[in-house]
């Protein structure tokens, strides 16, 4: 199969796509489909966690398992090659271990407003990259559930496809690209309003 990769994906290599599971599979549509079925069922699974601790490197691993084992050989299991973003391999999980003490650190004192938690940790767990793939959707996920934890909705961003290009998916990539620089103004704006500038919502795909 030629997997297609929109604008800020992460491009599999030959053994991790060797890593797919259903045989049957020969589109991307297919492919996307078959991914979005097995994340419902993780969804699914996250939501009855009520009582686990979600700020460990076995929730956000046992999550991304859960979100792709039906589809990746690979599902749970961190990255073992360097990839166009993320942290070198052999350093995700020290990377980890300091992000999650940070956000425990940020929500003990209330370092920013909930919201802003969230969405800083979505940024950094995504710019960690710790798997070959679907990293974008398991920290947008893992971000909703830290909000929700918090006391605060879940974001609006699991209403759009940001897994196909698109304007949602350009405006979330060039607030991720500034969250990059440190700025987070407009990725907070995106996670609960979507563009941030209401005139690009009249553009086309
Ligand atoms: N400049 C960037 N800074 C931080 N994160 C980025 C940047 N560019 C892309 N990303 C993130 O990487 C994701 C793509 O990685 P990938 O592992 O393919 O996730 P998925 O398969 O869920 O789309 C994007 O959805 C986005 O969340
Ligand atoms: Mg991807």
Redesign the pocket.
């Known amino acids: 199969m030629k997997l297609s ?1 929109p604008e800020g ?2 491009p599999l290599d030959a053994d991790e796509c060797a890593g797919l599971l259903p045989k049957h599979i020969t589109t991307q549509a297919e492919l996307n489909q078959w991914e979005q079925m097995n994340i419902l069922n993780g969804m699914r699974w996250a939501k009855r966690q009520k009582k686990q601790d979600i700020l460990t490197i076995k929730f956000l691993c046992d999550l991304h398992k859960k979100m792709f084992s039906e589809t990746w050989k690979w599902a749970g299991a961190f990255r073992s090659s360097n990839k166009n973003i993320g942290v070198p391999w052999e350093q995700i999980r020290s990377s980890f271990f300091n992000l999650l003490e940070d956000v425990k650190i940020q929500i003990q004192y209330r370092s920013y407003a909930e919201d802003e938690i969230a969405v800083r940790f979505h940024h950094r767990l995504v710019s960690i990259h710790p798997f070959c ?4 959707r398991h920290s947008r996920i893992m971000a909703d559930l830290l909000a929700e934890r918090l006391g605060q909705p879940v974001f609006s961003w699991g209403t759009h496809s940001l ?1 196909e290009s698109g304007t949602m998916r350009s405006a979330y990539l060039s607030a991720l690209r500034r969250a990059d620089t440190g700025e987070y103004t407009d990725l907070l704006q995106f996670s609960r309003h979507g563009m941030s500038s209401p005139h690009t919502l009249y553009q086309s795909n």
């Open positions: 990769y994906a992460t793939n679907g990293n974008g897994v």
